[in-house]
């Protein structure tokens, strides 16, 4: 069995300031805690940018700057951008942070979905900016589009000469399908790594018996050509890591996935995470990925050819 891959997503674009004061929503945040949670064993920081005036989540390429290098000098960590962060914004401006750091890796979308937060906003009664509620209760009304031809402009321009390995997130089973088009249009190459988002509104739900389908999918889609990964979005966190990990896959941790630590206890930040995840996998017997290890199993192209 390889090793365990520990992906910690530091900020994301789904929770706001409100519901936790532990979120990251400016870069000082973001820069530390991405730090801490290298330490505490994530070979692979997935990360998002936020407006530091107001927490809000931004895709403009000078905030991912205010924190990029900060991390770089810090940290050996594999830094994977973001190609997703915006509900409600085109493909181009989505991929400029990308396009400006050419980092590593970066996400890419399989497939359009509804992707919604809105009940999260009954829990609530007031928030700390103006924008909040209406960002998470209007999110009814999202449709997060990643077209064919969206999809296609992503591996082109950021497959091609940045060199960049994607992170391939599929919210259902659909979205494995529409890799393997895409494979078979030779926009990407084998190895492809996987990455199951489970438990979002509008995608799959989380839970074994998905896993299980999306797992036994990709093997007749892809055979031996892919490495994998789970986000258990909410509470099914820490569970779905522990089995993907049984079954020989990766696991995806952090705030951006989930506020809590176990029922009803928010979570203190995103290296606790890390540092539970950890301990689960080491005592049922997981070895848990050096950035090193973690390169050479998914082929990148190296911390020295990033722009930032």
Not at 26 to 46: C, F, P, R, V, Y
Not at 191 to 220: E, S
């Amino acid at each position: 069995m390889p090793k365990t891959i520990v992906t910690c997503a530091i900020t994301g674009a789904i929770h706001t300031p409100t519901m936790s004061d532990a979120l990251p929503i400016n870069s000082d945040m973001i820069t530390e805690q991405a730090i801490a949670a290298a330490q505490a064993g994530a070979a692979i920081l997935h990360l998002h940018a936020r407006n530091p005036a107001n927490g809000a989540p931004s895709i403009d390429p000078a905030h991912f700057m205010e924190f990029l290098p900060r991390i770089k000098a810090e940290t050996d960590a594999i830094v994977n951008i973001s190609t997703g962060g915006s509900l409600s914004t085109g493909i181009e401006e989505r991929m400029a942070p990308a396009v400006a750091a050419s980092p590593e890796m970066c996400s890419l979308n399989m497939g359009s979905l509804n992707f919604s937060m809105h009940p999260l906003a009954d829990r609530y009664e007031t928030w700390k900016y103006d924008w909040e509620e209406a960002y998470v209760r209007g999110s009814d009304g999202n449709i997060f589009r990643n077209t064919f031809a969206d999809i296609a402009k992503v591996a082109q321009t950021l497959g091609g000469d940045h060199r960049v390995k994607f992170e391939h997130e599929c919210y259902d089973v659909g979205h494995l399908y529409n890799l393997k088009f895409c494979l078979d249009q030779g926009q990407f190459k084998a190895p492809i790594f996987l990455q199951f988002v489970m438990g979002i509104l509008g995608g799959i739900a989380a839970n074994i018996d998905n896993l299980v389908f999306m797992k036994q999918t990709a093997d007749r889609l892809f055979g031996d050509q892919y490495q994998w990964s789970v986000i258990g979005a909410g509470a099914q966190q820490m569970k779905l890591g522990a089995v993907a990990a049984q079954m020989g896959g990766h696991v995806r941790v952090g705030l951006e996935d989930s506020l809590f630590i176990e029922r009803g206890v928010l979570s203190t930040s995103n290296a606790q995470q890390v540092t539970k995840m950890r301990g689960i996998l080491e005592e049922q017997g997981n070895t848990i990925a050096t950035p090193d290890e973690a390169r050479a199993l998914l082929g990148l192209k190296g911390a020295d050819r990033v722009a930032f």
